[in-house]
């Protein structure tokens, strides 16, 4: 040091105290903590301690969740990275079963599925236009439904913009497949997804569920506008269609402003339709 002064030593990260080096990691993402737990030992320690990742745990979650969960076997001050994994690997059933919860595993945003019970489904001849049927092999709920007859198809799913993790944004998704007895009406090209946030349509994107050419020949509107989007095949045997997606900014005015945010799948020709089953509607982030 110049004018013959004593150097003055550095401090280091890896100098500072665990729980100070803790509350930095806190500050970062689970999948950030995850690679700074790979630097050293003392990185790994903090990283993977309960002070961290009880931050990446939602504060609703720890409120309506854990209570009920049962311990999982965890070393000692990390039990709530397990409780976070676990989240991440198997959704969690809340309002008495009504609706499932999970975390997204990178980020700890928080996921939704809101089974057939929760959603608004068509009813214009009574009990007749869905059937209802318990313990469907591929479903995470206790029921599915399934479209036994209607000419008016519309599907409306909804959760508070207050429920959603901050500063993220969203995409809505219809889960669902086909009865095993075939369907009818699901292949058209007059189909049409919607979000909505507080009553503004923020998205609107014409599908099709049931693609099919021949099918989709018969239809007298075919070729007019842009192709329809078309539904994926998940790795659990259903398929899934985006409904649309709602930006990080716009769920934060409506949760500011108590609104919901609406999606919603609708079939515009009024015709025969049969042979849909609904398991869910679900919310995750983007």
Wanted: with cysteine; aromatic share 8%; glycine share 10%.
């Amino acid at each position: 040091m110049a004018g013959g002064g004593e150097a003055e030593e550095e401090t280091r990260v890896g100098d500072l105290p665990g729980a100070c080096l803790a509350d930095v990691i806190a500050l970062t993402s689970p999948r950030d903590a995850c690679r700074l737990a790979a630097v050293s030992p003392l990185f790994r320690a903090a990283a993977e301690s309960d002070a961290v990742w009880d931050r990446f745990l939602p504060a609703d979650v720890n409120r309506a969740i854990l209570p009920g969960l049962a311990p999982a076997p965890a070393p000692t001050g990390q039990k709530k990275k397990v409780v976070y994994l676990g989240l991440c690997d198997k959704p969690v059933p809340v309002d008495d079963g009504s609706m499932m919860v999970w975390l997204e595993k990178e980020s700890g945003a928080k996921c939704f599925a809101l089974p057939a019970r929760k959603l608004s489904l068509p009813w214009e001849d009574g009990e007749f236009s869905w059937r209802w049927t318990p313990d469907h092999p591929l479903s995470r709920f206790a029921e599915v439904a399934q479209l036994v007859d209607c000419t008016c198809l519309d599907i409306y799913g909804r959760v508070p913009a207050a429920a959603l993790t901050p500063a993220t944004g969203y995409a809505a998704y219809l889960v669902y497949g086909a009865a095993a007895e075939g369907h009818r009406g699901l292949s058209f090209p007059d189909q049409e997804t919607t979000v909505a946030v507080g009553g503004r349509v923020v998205a609107r994107h014409a599908v099709c569920l049931r693609p099919d050419d021949a099918e989709a020949r018969k239809f007298r509107g075919v070729g007019l506008g842009a192709a329809p989007r078309q539904p994926a095949r998940r790795d659990d045997g259903w398929w899934e269609m985006e409904i649309g997606r709602v930006a990080a900014g716009e769920a934060a005015l409506a949760a500011a402003a108590g609104e919901d945010v609406v999606a919603s799948f609708e079939v515009l020709g009024w015709y025969p339709k049969r042979g849909l089953v609904v398991e869910c509607m679900e919310f995750r982030p983007v």
